[in-house]
């Protein structure tokens, strides 16, 4: 019997399954011509790109190189147009052929700078997605990828300007080399034109400078310190910073082991051989103010991120701070303020407190033997000279001009109790009764100061010391007070600007404006003062350091050579000795001591304040005295020492002093008064302190 299942009529269910299978097949039909389709686009596109790279490729190979950059003299300006230092383009150039130069340094070469320098051709794309994976990783440019045949275009042809532009000109002008010239052409080329600083220019030039030898006699450990000096020949100059130069160094080592060039012993036995370098030829006649100038090159790199081939041979013009006079001056006064014969260094640094430009800086003896900067030590200790931030804090916290302590030796408690400190005064010498705060200051008395920061609080002086400008690493520990840890110079007169500035801090300026070779502004300086303390706390502070140059006070035997007001702070320890001191024009500090852990003799401490006074003197010889200007919320009113009250007319030691308004004393001393403490005459001792600031500015004025 037939079977009659497939002429039955179908359910409504299997039309529906047949319709959803014809929908499929119609979908898979349609996708093949939608791929078929792409797919000739694609190739289309594929043969046109093939194309274009092969008509780029000929027209490139057709094109004739650029002629090659035009160095030009870059010029660092002083605040007056005068040129402090030009920068020579020309410098120090020999090349030589490849076989000339040690094979160590082209391997070192081409571990640190371009690995896969025989493998590509020009652009090393596994080299910048390499870069860009570790860049990513640790969010910041870590690391670089332009080839050694780039640095060559980019020194060549191009100027170092950060754009697109620039870096697509030196990928075309990258791959035209490639096409011109074989990799050891390339190579040599490179080796004869890249910048080792020093105004060497090339490897033969490089050894001569820095070993005294030709580039074909480098050792293994030469080589791997001048192939790490290229990357910022500044940063990395043993002559400027050994320890950058050998963390360099065994950074290209390390890369020649990983490459298989060489052994890690052999890396170490290098790392560890004493490199004999040349004394450096001092380029200083070209100009002056040579730790300046190499201050201002190394902020236009290493802060305002100018390339520093730019800078050296770029026609860059660069414009700063520095006051002609004021730098003669403070090479005047280190010059006469040492012996000839002695050892001892000195460093000064002047600033402008009113806007912080840095006027003067003299960062050594002489430059010409040593162009270690010492304006930026950062191992020195302060001394007194800190006491200031202590006693501002305390002023900030209630304190006054008359606040009492006991100075005789004491033991100090701290760390709830399981830490002592016992600190000393100078040749431990005590009055052995309560002194006030002006006297402290002006004698430079240890226990007030230990007593004073234990008061307000070790933690809250160094966030003083912060506001004004101060970085170096602090430890809230009561020895803070007496200055034991180091601070630089350049903090130092920084910070006490800020005090001549009613409490003001401007940042240090060198650099007021660049530009390129067009006179296209690089860079312009934009002030950013900060208030680090109030116009009040600042002036009362300014009268207090007043006292140090009067008499009792530890700089009152210069006092007679500085014919204006002027406030201040000495500083000694047994290695350091410090003026740090300002007034309403000029701030500057002076440091006294030796290179290395010598310790300094009385005479040899004594040598700071002469300096400072030698120098304000001669810097300001033409500006007319002024008083520090009196801001609002202060008030100035007759005291006893003795008592620290208001001072009734039959005081015989009455002194003005100077406070807050509001913290001034409010009773009246009658110790030595035969009218019983009747309240004296106010308008009449408001009479007598101007009349005595109008005397003292007249003779400043007469000297």
């Known amino acids: ?116 320098f025989f493998e590509h051709h020009g652009i090393d794309l596994r080299g910048l997605a390499r870069a860009a994976l570790v860049n990513l990783r640790s969010l910041s440019a870590k690391q670089g990828a332009s080839t050694l045949t780039q640095q060559l275009a980019r020194n060549l042809w191009l100027s170092h300007e950060r754009t697109w532009s620039r870096k697509l000109q030196e990928a075309v002008y990258a791959a035209q080399l490639e096409m011109k010239y074989d990799k050891t052409e390339i190579l040599t080329m490179y080796l004869n034109q890249i910048y080792y600083g020093h105004g060497a220019y090339g490897v033969e030039a490089a050894a001569e400078r820095y070993f005294g030898k030709h580039a074909s006699e480098l050792s293994l450990a030469e080589s ?58 001092s380029d200083a006649d070209d100009g002056y103010a040579p730790y300046f100038r190499d201050y201002v090159r190394m902020v236009a790199v290493e802060q305002l991120g100018i390339d520093e081939r730019l800078i050296a041979e770029g026609g860059v013009r660069i414009y700063t701070t520095l006051d ?25 640094i002047a600033i402008d407190p009113r806007n912080g430009h840095i006027k003067a800086m003299v960062g050594g003896r002489d430059y010409n033997t040593n162009q270690y900067n010492r304006v930026f030590a950062t191992t020195r200790q302060p001394g007194s000279s800190f006491k200031p931030f202590v006693y501002l804090t305390a002023l900030e916290n209630g304190m006054t001009p008359v606040t009492r302590f006991r100075s005789e030796p004491t033991v100090f408690t701290y760390d709830e109790g399981r830490k002592t400190y016992e600190p000393r005064n100078h040749n431990d010498h005590y009055v052995m009764d309560e002194i006030d705060m002006r006297t402290a200051i002006a004698s430079s008395d240890n226990i007030y100061a230990v007593h004073t920061i234990m008061a307000v609080g070790p933690e809250n002086v160094v966030a003083t010391a912060r506001r004004f400008g101060i970085d170096s690493p602090m430890q809230p520990v009561p020895s803070l007070a007496l200055g034991t840890f180091p601070v630089s110079p350049f903090e130092m ?3 006490f600007g800020a005090l001549a500035a009613g409490g003001v801090r401007h940042e240090p300026v060198a650099i007021l404006r660049v530009e390129d070779r067009a006179g296209r502004v690089l860079y312009e300086a934009k002030p950013s003062p900060k208030q680090a303390a109030s116009p009040a706390h600042a002036y009362v502070m300014t009268r207090l350091l007043e006292s140090v140059f009067e008499p009792g006070g530890t700089a009152h035997r210069v006092s007679a050579a ?40 009385q005479a040899e401490a004594h040598r700071a304040a002469p300096i400072f006074a ?34 009734g007319e039959a005081c015989p030691h009455r002194r003005t002093e100077t406070f807050i308004a509001g913290t001034e004393p409010v009773e009246y001393c009658d110790a030595h008064d035969e009218s019983g403490g009747e309240e004296p005459d106010s308008p009449r001792a408001d009479q007598e302190i101007r009349r005595s600031w109008w005397e003292d500015l007249k003779r400043w004025w007469l000297g």
């Open 1 to 116: 019997m037939a079977d009659q299942s497939n002429n039955r009529p179908q359910t409504a269910e299997e039309r529906e399954k047949q319709k959803k299978r014809l929908l499929r097949a119609e979908r898979r039909v349609i996708r093949r011509a939608r791929l078929r389709v792409w797919a000739a686009v694609f190739a289309f596109l594929l043969l046109l790109a093939a194309g274009g790279l092969i008509a780029g490729w000929i027209w490139l190979s057709t094109q004739s190189l650029p002629a090659a950059f035009i160095s030009q003299t870059s010029y660092i300006y002083d605040s007056r147009g005068g040129v402090i230092d030009t920068l020579h383009a020309g410098g120090y150039r020999h090349s030589v052929e490849l076989s000339e130069i040690s094979p160590y340094l082209v391997q070192a070469t081409l571990a640190i700078e371009d690995r896969r």
């Open 224 to 281: 791997a310190m001048l192939a790490g000096v290229p990357k910022g020949p500044r940063y990395y100059s043993p002559y400027r910073d050994m320890k950058n130069a050998k963390d360099r160094q065994r950074l290209v080592l390390n890369a020649m082991v990983e490459q298989g060039v060489i052994t890690r012993e052999e890396a170490d036995a290098a790392f560890r051989e004493p490199l004999n370098f040349r004394p450096l030829e």
């Open 324 to 348: 002609p006079d004021i730098q003669t001056a403070a090479e005047e006064a280190v010059k006469n303020g040492i012996p000839a014969g002695s050892e001892q260094q000195a460093a000064l």
């Open 493 to 495: 007169a920084s910070a």
């Open 562 to 601: 500085i014919k204006r007001p002027v406030a201040g702070k000495t500083g000694t320890t047994a290695y350091d000795a410090w003026l740090v001191g300002y007034t309403p024009e000029l701030s500057a500090a002076v440091w006294v001591g030796y290179d290395k852990a010598r310790t300094i003799t």
């Open 614 to 647: 030698d120098f304000i003197e001669r810097a300001l010889a033409g500006v007319p005295p002024k008083m520090f200007p009196m801001p609002d919320g202060v008030v100035t009113v007759y005291i006893d020492p003795e008592t620290g009250k208001l001072a």
